[in-house]
């Protein structure tokens, strides 16, 4: 139903596009910029988006070819929908690229944060990744179009608090190296990008989701994580601060595009390059230290005190009052 609200959109897409893209989580950040920059250039953008306000959002943005797709990628029949409507709409011609950003991040400490975000980020970050890889393949596979995985640094180390984050992105480098070797036999190109810290909605997502989080949790536990928690909120609102803008990772996905043999991996950021290539030289006793004390990070026991000193000197200031 909604769908065909945009289908006055498919009068205006020109039969003579440079090539045809599927993107989703195209409502914010990255995948919105994407969709952006691609139209620009001049390729028939069909935009992932969960809400109409979101794809009426992008029209308003774009050259008001982009075409909006509802598509949500934990569930089948959206799925199912989206991929039948482009097929519809692209006729006889392939897809040229499938590029897989939609993503959340439950940030939390692994002891504590509930087993069902946990699978909420997998099912999202991961299953819904394949899913939809596979819905397009076809497409994809009739001109040999290429697949672009939005990756993280955190696809190759994965910091304290962002343990279910780093997990999802670890498997997607996984499905990345395998899927790129399967494909191989119809020309097609499968690569993933690693950006460090982007300009986007997510840090404050992140970091009210991870607030929330860590609230619910009973005063015992916040008594042993209360420490790391501040150092990684307070890392968070400064990565947040220090963040490249999206435009960066757009103009990637472009050259992942027009490169007559793309790259495997794109890593974006002097953050991602540096620490990428720590983790990767370093042994793992000595990187987590440097972890530690970038993010001043504490030991438990630290943590225990300064959060009994905290709820003391609170008391002492109710009672002060009273
Ligand atoms: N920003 C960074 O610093 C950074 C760094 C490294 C990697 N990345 C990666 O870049 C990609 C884009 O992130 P971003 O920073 O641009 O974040 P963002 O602005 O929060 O965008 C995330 C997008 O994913 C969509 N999404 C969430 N759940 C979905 C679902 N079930 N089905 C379909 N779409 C869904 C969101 O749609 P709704 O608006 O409907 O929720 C939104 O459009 C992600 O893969 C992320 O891991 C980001």
Redesign the pocket.
């Known amino acids: 139903m909604f769908d065909n609200n945009f289908d006055n959109n498919i009068d205006k897409h020109n039969s003579t596009f440079f090539g045809s893209v599927v993107i989703?989580?195209?409502?914010?950040?990255?995948?919105q910029a994407c969709a952006i920059h691609l139209d620009k250039l001049g390729y028939q953008v069909f935009a992932?988006?969960?809400?109409e306000i979101?794809g009426q959002n992008l029209i308003n943005k774009s050259s008001g070819r982009i075409i909006p797709i509802i598509?949500?990628?934990?569930d089948e029949t959206s799925i199912k929908k989206a991929i039948y409507r482009v097929k519809k709409i692209l006729g006889s011609k392939g897809l040229t690229a499938l590029i897989n950003?939609?993503?959340?991040?439950i940030p939390g400490a692994l002891e504590y944060i509930p087993v069902s975000k946990l699978r909420k980020q997998l099912e999202?970050?991961v299953i819904?990744l394949l899913s939809l890889t596979q819905a397009c393949l076809p497409l994809l596979r009739k001109v040999s179009g290429r697949i672009i995985n939005?990756?993280?640094?955190n696809g190759k180390f994965s910091p304290p608090f962002l343990g279910t984050y780093s997990a999802s992105?670890f498997a997607v480098e996984a499905l990345t190296d395998a899927l790129r070797v399967e494909l191989q036999p119809w020309g097609m190109h499968v690569s993933v990008v690693e950006?460090?810290?982007?300009k986007?909605?997510?840090?404050k997502?992140c970091t009210n989701d991870g607030l929330q989080i860590f609230n619910s949790f009973p005063k015992e536990v916040k008594q042993l994580y209360s420490l790391g928690f501040d150092v990684m909120y307070k890392a968070a609102l400064e990565s947040a601060e220090t963040?490249i803008p999206?435009e960066i990772v757009a103009k990637t996905v472009e050259k992942i595009l027009t490169a007559k043999k793309p790259k495997t991996r794109y890593v974006i950021g002097l953050d991602a390059k540096i620490t990428i290539l720590l983790s990767q030289i370093m042994p793992d006793r000595l990187f987590d230290k440097i972890l530690t004390l970038y993010f001043g990070y504490p030991t438990t026991t630290k943590a225990q005190t300064t959060y009994e000193q905290q709820e003391t000197s609170q008391k002492n200031k109710s009672l002060h009052r009273v």
């Open positions: 989703s989580g195209a409502s914010s950040g990255i995948g992932g988006v969960r809400k979101d598509l949500d990628v934990t950003n939609a993503a959340i991040v999202v970050n819904g939005m990756g993280s640094q992105k950006p460090g810290a982007i986007t909605p997510v840090w997502k963040a999206c």
